[in-house]
């Protein structure tokens, strides 16, 4: 049985015997936890009051300050900022925020930090979904997709032509990720067996154990595609390096560039149109991260003027973008409605640490997953 599971039945046993206080959940849970947070909810003490936001809107300002009045612990989503208005209207017994998600900036850090709140999130649960779908972006991106379909869609398939919508291949090219974390890496390890040659990143120091790892899977990649190939189709086993470069350099260098890292004062609008210069004209930008680390409009002037070839984006700044701005129709921007952490077992996961977490706070123990 999964141990995070097993925790979390341990947890439901002693929060419903020993618990005292409010337990606030600000969402619905996927239909698997739910039922289990369910059979929970009907065990717990007389100490113990556990609310819940069931329906699937958005609860209003006054809708959800009503709910998290008098709160001990609160699990939000994504949607609910968090800063001291919120945390004035739970009260001065709050002491435990989860986050069901990996991202927290909709949370104000030096006012949870002011009231001596803890914060904990979910990371490394949404790794893979997001990992997967930045490869399905780049993919997308790099061999124009959206055109296609459109041609599909539209009746514009005509009879065969050898330079109709052309992309590029993956052999040989170089992979810029900004931000190395747990998506950085996952992405690096999914575009590796592409035929990726060099992987540029960004960070604060040199990764070497993070290099090691991807150069011990090109390695075994490059073994296995060699035991098919012919004289002429042979790739170089030691054709591969990764290397850490500054932001502007690695704009520069690659022909794909990732956008993986956290948004915050410093990454807001991290690429703008004076970066997006950089870029080479045949090189694809995808963002799987947040939107505003992408300046939006920049990025539409970059694409009409064919400043870069194309664009693949789960994620945009707002959401949901509207229909009105240039990315949402130009032909070389594939755009998914955040998607990335969209799978059964994700949700299942995510919301099972998040229920680790909260649970943990009710009974004053420390959070497994916390942030601060």
């Known amino acids: 049985m999964d141990p995070a599971a097993v925790k979390l039945a341990s947890l439901f046993d002693s929060v419903a015997n020993e618990a005292n206080g409010i337990l606030v959940l600000t969402t619905i849970l996927p239909p698997k936890t739910q039922q289990l947070f369910d059979e929970f909810k009907k065990r717990v003490n007389q100490n113990l009051t556990v609310r819940q936001w069931t329906q699937v809107k958005k609860p209003t300002k006054e809708e959800l300050f009503e709910l998290i009045k008098g709160a001990n612990a609160i699990l939000l989503t994504l949607k609910e900022n968090v800063n001291e208005e919120f945390i004035k209207a739970a009260g001065p017994q709050l002491d435990t925020i989860s986050i069901m998600g990996t991202g927290y900036d909709h949370i104000n850090l030096d006012v949870v930090n002011k009231y001596g709140i803890k914060l904990g999130f979910t990371p490394g649960a949404v790794t893979s979904c997001t990992a997967d779908i930045t490869l399905l972006l780049i ?39 900004i931000g190395l974390g747990r998506i950085g890496c996952a992405v690096a390890s999914r575009v590796i067996p592409l035929g990726i040659s060099k992987i540029l990143y960004t960070s604060r120091s040199v990764q070497t154990e993070k290099e090691e790892g991807l150069f011990r899977i090109s390695k075994a990649s490059r073994q296995l595609e060699n035991l098919h190939a012919s004289f002429a189709t042979k790739v170089d086993e030691s054709g591969f390096s990764v290397e850490r470069k500054e932001l502007d350099e690695l704009l520069r260098l690659s022909d794909i560039v990732v956008v993986t890292c956290a948004l915050n004062k410093e990454t807001y609008h991290l690429i703008n149109e004076e970066r997006l210069m950089l870029m080479k004209p045949t090189a694809v930008l995808v963002n799987s991260a947040r939107g505003g680390i992408v300046d939006g409009f920049a990025l539409a002037k970059a694409l009409e003027n064919n400043t870069i070839f194309a664009a693949g984006l789960d994620v945009t700044d707002p959401e949901p973008i509207p229909m009105t701005h240039p990315l949402v129709s130009h032909p070389k921007c594939m755009i998914l409605p955040h998607l990335g952490f969209a799978t059964s077992e994700t949700h299942n996961r995510t919301a099972t ?4 977490n909260v649970l943990s706070g009710a009974l004053g123990e420390e959070l497994p997953f916390r942030v601060i």
């Open 353 to 356: 640490f998040a229920l680790l």
């Open 139 to 177: 993919l997308g991106a790099i061999r124009r997709a959206k055109e296609g379909i459109n041609a599909v869609s539209e009746g514009l398939w005509g009879p065969w032509d050898p330079n109709w919508l052309l992309g590029y291949e993956f052999g040989g090219k170089t992979i810029g990720i």
